[in-house]
T-cell receptor, first 117, second 112 residues
Framework: GAVVSQHPSRVICKSGTSVKIECRSL??????MFWYRQFPKQSLMLMAT?????????EQGVEKDKFLINHASLTLSTLTVTSAHPEDSSFYIC?????????????FGNGTRLTVT | QKEVEQNSGPLSVPEGAIASLNCTYS??????FFWYRQYSGKSPELIMS????GDKEDGRFTAQLNKASQYVSLLIRDSQPSDSATYLC????????????FGQGTELSVKP
């Protein structure tokens, strides 16, 4: 149980274009999902908390107008990287908890490797 | 001070030895702690969760928690080459809506 599906797994786009990444909880409902970004040889950095039916909460230093998050249902959150640039190339990973108890662990999607040329 | 700190390594141990991974955290109110394993190019996978002071064992893995010292560790017994990965310590920020904050990870290499 507690499967998180992320799509696409890999995407290459040109500078200036936008890319949408989908994150789905397959066998549970997730009122909250978390989006992380990981650069090579670095740890996971939390970008934002996605809340179903309301605005996302962004971490300090993350541009909300550049990284658009939509959490329209209890099983789907999307991250759109707008006007992507080479410095946005990274590994983006979504996660969710299978239970409402926020002491329970996060389950991660397989990640999306974004390359901006 | 970083919220969650780990030695980045690399930590190299021979096959069959015990690997010891350490982590300290800054938020005294945190109540839940996790160890994740991440292979190169893959997303993290949960190994252990621990909530109470003391030891928690699961197969070859033992997590240890000392809230007074704000210290969490992971022991891997009978290390195997397949255990070679980056191990991430994660701490739940209970007073920040349950955000999970990760340490920088310790790279473990188990030599045959």
């Amino acid at each position: 149980g507690a499967v998180v599906s992320q799509h696409p797994s890999r995407v290459i786009c040109k500078s200036g274009t936008s890319v949408k990444i989908e994150c789905r909880s397959l066998d549970f409902q997730a009122t909250t999902m978390f989006w992380y970004r990981q650069f090579p040889k670095q740890s996971l950095m939390l970008m934002a908390t996605s809340n179903e039916g309301s605005k996302a909460t962004y971490e300090q230093g993350v541009e909300k107008d550049k990284f658009l998050i939509n959490h329209a249902s209890l099983t789907l959150s999307t991250l759109t990287v707008t006007s992507a640039h080479p410095e946005d190339s990274s590994f983006y990973i979504c996660s969710a908890r299978a239970w409402t108890d926020f002491n329970s662990p996060l389950h991660f999607g397989n990640g999306t490797r974004l390359t901006v040329t | 001070q970083k919220e969650v700190e780990q030695n980045s390594g690399p930590l190299s141990v021979p096959e069959g030895a015990i690997a010891s991974l350490n982590c300290t955290y800054s938020d005294r109110v945190s109540q839940s702690f996790f160890w994740y394993r991440q292979y190169s190019g893959k997303s993290p996978e949960l190994i252990m969760s621990i909530y109470s002071n003391g030891d928690k064992e699961d197969g070859r893995f033992t997590a240890q928690l000392n809230k007074a010292s704000q210290y969490v560790s992971l022991l891997i017994r009978d290390s195997q080459p397949s255990d070679s990965a980056t191990y991430l310590c994660a701490v739940n920020m209970d007073n920040q809506g349950g955000k999970l904050i990760f340490g920088q990870g310790t790279e473990l290499s188990v030599k045959p």
